[in-house]
């Protein structure tokens, strides 16, 4: 576990110090959510504290340097992820708004009757619910590519699936029930072949793998700030100019607009003509902090390590007897998903939970997988780069006593 000082990091996250039943914290449901460094709670502090004001709409002090510190956060995240230009960087409330504005405005303009959208058997609610609103309203029909035991797409049926009717491809990176790693640069060349576009649900790869969005030519990148040490209540939709150019915006309102009269309104430029309404401007401005955070260890050594750990907490599971594990692709990322024979993941969860030890149970926000595998749900446990190998040796401890109470 070399370049990661882990007890540095530890000490960064002040309630990583904290008990919980009158046991150390080992929070393990980074999935869900991730926690908070101290560097981005003293920008939240210091945003309070000595800026607060609105946005793109003030020429006084302080909504000039609040204007400024929010322009910062987008060029940081184009740069993060590699974008061609800032305007490209939509600021919005998370992962599933900017899904939304996708299927809404981009739906708007291009899908058709009869047309064909492809998701897979593995997204988060978030990336089905709003293509089957879409192909509701259009007359356009949802095709899922499949995915085998192990919890890896079938790239042969996906080729198939493809056609001149396929307009869309909408994908998760990393599967946030199993922990698959998905091909997705595979998915978006054969998607670009037949002339879709695509979107990327990169929710739980952004905090854990480099990101490229100009090598990947992805269309669309979503992620939400609070799964990368960041505030909850902002997130990215990452499109390419020429289709942002291309859609109708989202909602109407403040910051969008370029004039208004009760005749005609034209709308702003990029980014600004899907951003209306007063943002949420702290989250918005403090997710610097976070990227900044994550930088300054480099996605390259997280991922070194936190797959360690992965490796590590999948070995020890398994001593367990009537331990399984759901999702064991070749390619994972910081998730293991495990049912155990005899025992519902509820009870385990609250088991766990009064030995201070946070994992999340039920279906995650993904019924068609736990359907797929016949089962109510699993006990989760997901990594983020403060956790060590001594909470996985807590956990595993955890797991066998709830074994012994629940058999
Ligand atoms: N998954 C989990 O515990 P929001 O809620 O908008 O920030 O993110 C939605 C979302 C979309 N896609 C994927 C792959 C996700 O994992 C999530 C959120 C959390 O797994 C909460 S349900």
Sequence with gaps: MDNIDIQAIRAAFPILKREVNGKPLVYLDNGATTQ?????????????????????????????????????????????IHAQHDHEVIITKGTTESINIVAQCYGKAFIHAGDEIIISAMEHHSNIVPWQMLCEDKGA????????EAGELDMEVYRTLLNDKTKLVAVNYVSNALGTINPIKEIIDLAHASHAVVLIDAAQAIQHIPMDVQALDVDFLVF????????????VLYGKEALLNQMPPYQGGGDMIKEVTFEKTTYNE???????????????????????????????????YEDELLAYATEQLLTIDGLRIIGTAKEKSSVVSFVIDGTHPYDVGVILDKLGIAVRTGHHCAQPVMDQFGIPGTIRASFAL??????????????????????
């Design 224 to 235: 939400s700030g609070h799964k990368m040490y960041g505030p909850t209540g902002v997130g």
């Design 270 to 304: 990029l980014p600004f003509k899907f951003e209306a309404g007063t943002p949420n401007i702290e989250a918005g401005i403090t997710l610097d902090a976070a990227i900044d955070f994550i930088q300054g260890i480099g996605l390259e050594h997280i991922k070194k």
């Design 141 to 148: 029909f949802l095709k899922v590519i499949p995915m085998n």
């Design 386 to 407: 403060y956790n060590t190998k001594e909470e996985i040796d807590a956990l595993v401890a955890g797991v066998k006593r709830a074994v012994n109470m629940l058999i």
């Design 36 to 80: 908070k460094p101290q560097a981005v709670i003293d920008a939240i502090i210091h945003y309070y504290s000595d800026m607060n004001s609105n946005v793109h709409r003030g020429v006084h002090y302080l909504s000039q340097i609040s204007t400024d510190a929010f322009e910062v956060t987008r060029r940081k995240v184009q740069e993060f």
